[in-house]
């Protein structure tokens, strides 16, 4: 089993920037795929990025503005959103799978309880 939890969630103004961070126990993680999407209300729970074994992905609606990155030894993994906009409100989740990555959310097994973002205009 993986346990996930998100921190670094919170309230900023439209421009500013946040860091997400997820940690991962329950076993090393190295061989899994560990991502990141988000959920607005009334929305679908949206792919944003992932980092496997292979490297990271990205979507393509916030390429450019977020990035993410993984720390293997410490079993973590990092979404840092620049840029941000009212529409990137949502609730973020971290999220395994073991292997390569993936856009499906049906493919991940694990996921984080999320963490709120909330970005004013």
């Known amino acids: 089993q993986v346990q996930l939890a998100e921190s670094g969630g919170g309230l900023v103004q439209a421009g500013g920037s946040l860091r997400l961070s997820c940690a991962a126990s329950?076993?090393?993680?190295?061989?899994?795929?560990m991502g990141w999407f988000r959920q607005a209300p009334g929305k679908e729970r949206e792919f944003l990025a992932a980092?496997?074994?292979?490297?990271?992905t990205i979507t393509d609606s916030v390429k450019g503005r977020f990035t993410i990155s993984r720390d293997n030894a410490k079993n973590t993994v990092t979404l840092q959103m620049n840029a941000l906009k009212p529409e990137d409100t949502a609730v973020y989740y971290c999220?395994?799978?073991?292997?390569?990555?993936?856009?499906?959310?049906?493919?991940?097994?694990?996921w984080g309880q999320g963490t709120q973002v909330t970005v004013s205009s």
């Open positions: 329950g076993r090393t993680v190295s061989n899994y795929a």
């Open positions: 980092f496997s074994w292979w490297g990271p």
């Open positions: 999220a395994a799978k073991y292997g390569a990555s993936s856009l499906a959310r049906s493919e991940y097994e694990y």
